[in-house]
């Protein structure tokens, strides 16, 4: 069997979710500060020169020149940093009744392997499903492995304890 870096696993960030595929949030709507219109103000006519003068004067302090807009940007990403880690602890029952339900057709997967690498305050699982030799299974179109990636806080007891100092379990 293979070493879990070996998979070809990679993130796909915005890929799921309440905010749908590309962390859209409908048409034309958008799922975060970053590229938002709104979140970017203008201080005056466009191409207007700023009177504010050298970085900590009075022009800034009053949230106006680049200082004040490195501020509001960095405020913007520390928010969405905060809110990217999720209260969500996935369970055993969970991805056991997924491997059941969510069989692939075609070359049967004859094991289930749930993977997990540390993200900053949160864990990403991806649970996946082997052949024979012990390689995921991938969709033949896209050629990415069959299955799903789960971003969580942690995993419940039971899981915790199958994972013992590994970061792979292989379910039978």
Do not use: Q
């Not at 103000?41 to 009053?62: C, L, M, R, V």
């Not at 009744?97 to 094991?111: E, I, S, T, W």
């Not at 305050?121 to 299955?147: C, I, K, N, Q, Y």
């Amino acid at each position: 069997m293979t070493g879990a870096g070996s998979t070809g696993f990679t993130e796909s960030a915005g890929s799921t979710g309440p905010a749908g595929p590309g962390g859209s949030a409908g048409p034309g709507g958008s799922a975060g500060p970053v590229g938002s219109r709104s979140s970017v103000e203008s201080n005056g006519p466009a191409g207007a020169a700023s009177s504010a003068g050298p970085a900590g004067s009075a022009g800034d302090a009053a949230e106006g020149g680049p200082a004040g807009w490195a501020r509001r940007w960095l405020g913007l990403l520390e928010r969405a940093l905060s809110d990217a880690v999720p209260d969500r602890v996935l369970s055993y029952r969970e991805v056991v009744g997924y491997l059941a339900a969510n069989r692939p057709a075609g070359p049967a997967p004859v094991r289930g392997a749930l993977l997990r690498r540390r993200r900053t305050g949160a864990w990403v699982f991806r649970v996946l499903f082997l052949d024979e030799s012990g390689e995921p299974l991938t969709d033949r179109t896209t050629h990415r492995p069959l299955g799903y990636a789960v971003l969580a806080r942690d995993c419940d007891e039971e899981l915790n304890d199958m994972f013992g100092d590994k970061d792979l379990i292989v379910f039978e």
